[in-house]
């Protein structure tokens, strides 16, 4: 499976965004979908999952209220719908598939990575 991470962009602090996720070369479920990021000189942090069959997900605090994940199995796609934006916010952005059926927030559980998105929050 390959996925390509599309969306990033510059916006103000108070705008929207919405990420998107492509799969290609693979069957795109029954893979848990996820969000990460990674702030300069910061580790990458867990962002948002969603199980496979859509009906399970999970946010970090720092973006549950603000951030919706979602999916598009016939599609192959996920996004992540970002609100209200902070500077803190600013980041690359990546998606990642897991063949473990759960909501996993640890990036050694994921089997595939896209290339990352970049998104700035001007304030």
């Known amino acids: 499976v390959q996925l390509q991470a599309s969306g990033g962009g510059l916006v103000q602090a108070g705008g929207s965004l919405r990420l998107s996720c492509a799969a290609s070369?693979?069957?795109?479920?029954?893979?848990?979908m996820a969000w990460f990021r990674q702030a300069p000189g910061k580790d990458r942090e867990f962002v948002a999952v969603i199980t496979w069959a859509g009906g399970r997900t999970y946010y970090a605090d720092s973006v549950k209220g603000r951030c919706t994940i979602s999916r598009d199995n016939a599609k192959n796609t996920a996004s992540l719908q970002m609100n209200s934006l902070k500077p803190e916010d600013t980041a690359v952005y990546y998606c990642?598939?897991?063949?473990?059926?759960?909501?996993?927030?640890?990036?050694?559980?994921?089997?595939?990575w896209g290339q990352g998105t970049e998104v700035t929050v001007s304030s």
């Open positions: 990642a598939s897991s063949d473990i059926d759960g909501l996993s927030t640890r990036e050694y559980q994921y089997n595939y």
């Open positions: 070369g693979g069957t795109f479920s029954p893979y848990t």
